[in-house]
């Protein structure tokens, strides 16, 4: 179970930024066709959408403390909480709900020659989705562009992966913004997206708040593989053959070493932001320590998927107020470490 601590700094962050406004209820965007470019749409921070339903759908994942997915639970292990009250499951099936899965690429130029890994993993996740699953293509750099609409087709894929072409700035918070409202999930199944990134943004767009808002009420688990870790690695490697120099070779490489040192500071921060969206939404950062590792990371993923519990329960504030609900789930045994969303806002 995830200490509390951790989930009080979440509570605290979310209260500054969910609730200074009320959420707005609007009917979203149709979805762009394949290859229709929107970067040049206008985003409001409260142009998104808000589930409406009887019904919570809540994705659920559970390890044990060596971090092994748990997969023998039933209704009578867990406990539900919306707003400190307790609530009645009405129903848990364990990978019994399809999935709609965004796959989004950072092909901005901090990645963009690693291309090739990204297409042999997304294919190999690909591979182990269900028949009743559905998957998408975006990619984002100076434009976010969805390059394959949902699909079932593993050669449609293939072929939109092909069309990725490298960018150079970074629009990731227009590109989780767009992923979560624009590519809705059936009212069936769960809505997940993937995303490769290192999760810096440009600045010409949206806000980091704005994209966790729209993730948070599509109900959209963000699940980023972030290639942080490479680059940190990278950047430390050339900094600390710099400083091993002499006297005088530091100041002449002064502005290099300053901009390795600015560059850390970046990674730092970007991971902050991303462990704190993966956590809020209910998935999960992975940080390889290869572009190798794509493939293996990305399995990772496709297995939590198929061994996630889906929780239902019918609210029993039954108000369409439009606000956000805070949810917690534990199960039973202490020991184990439950991942979920932080919560859901209600129809209006």
């Known amino acids: 179970m995830r200490p509390a601590k951790t989930c009080a700094w979440f509570c605290v962050s979310l209260l500054v930024s969910l609730f200074c406004t009320s959420a707005s209820a609007q009917t979203p965007a149709s979805t762009p066709k394949p290859d229709q470019q929107s970067s040049n749409q206008e985003i409001d921070a409260d142009d998104v959408i808000t589930v409406s339903t009887t019904e919570v759908l809540l994705p659920v994942t559970v390890r044990d403390h060596a971090g092994r997915l748990v997969v023998d639970l039933t209704k009578k292990d867990f406990r539900v909480f919306e707003n400190d009250v307790e609530q009645t499951l009405s129903d848990l099936g364990l990978r019994q709900v399809p999935v709609d899965v965004v796959l989004m690429i950072d092909a901005s130029s901090s990645a963009a020659k690693n291309l090739s890994d990204f297409r042999l993993a997304a294919e190999g996740f690909a591979a182990q989705l269900d028949p009743d699953d559905r998957i998408s293509l975006i990619q984002f750099d100076d434009r976010v562009s969805l390059l394959q609409d949902w699909t079932r087709s593993r050669v449609q894929l293939r072929r939109a992966l092909n069309r990725i072409q490298p960018g150079m700035f ?179």
């Not at 704005?210 to 593989?225: D, E, K």
């Open 170 to 348: 970074t629009r990731f918070n227009d590109a989780v913004l767009l992923a979560s409202r624009d590519q809705l999930a059936r009212p069936s199944a769960r809505h997940a997206v993937i995303v490769l990134t290192d999760g810096i943004d440009s600045g010409r767009g949206s806000t980091f708040d704005a994209a966790l808002r729209a993730a948070l009420q599509s109900q959209t688990a963000i699940y980023v593989v972030s290639n942080t870790q490479i680059e940190r690695s990278a950047k430390e490697k050339e900094l600390a053959l710099l400083l091993s120099t002499s006297e005088s070779i530091k100041r002449f490489n002064q502005i290099r070493i300053d901009d390795l040192r600015l560059g850390l500071d970046v990674l730092r921060a970007s991971e902050q932001n991303l462990e704190q969206l993966t956590a809020a939404t209910g998935g999960r950062l992975y940080k390889p320590a290869s572009f190798s590792d794509l493939e293996k990371t990305y399995a990772e993923v496709a297995e939590e998927l198929r061994h996630q519990y889906a929780l239902y329960y019918a609210p029993l504030d039954t108000r369409k107020d439009g606000k956000f609900r805070r949810v917690r789930v534990e199960t039973t045994n202490s020991t184990h470490r439950v991942t979920a969303r932080i919560g859901y806002f209600a129809g209006k």
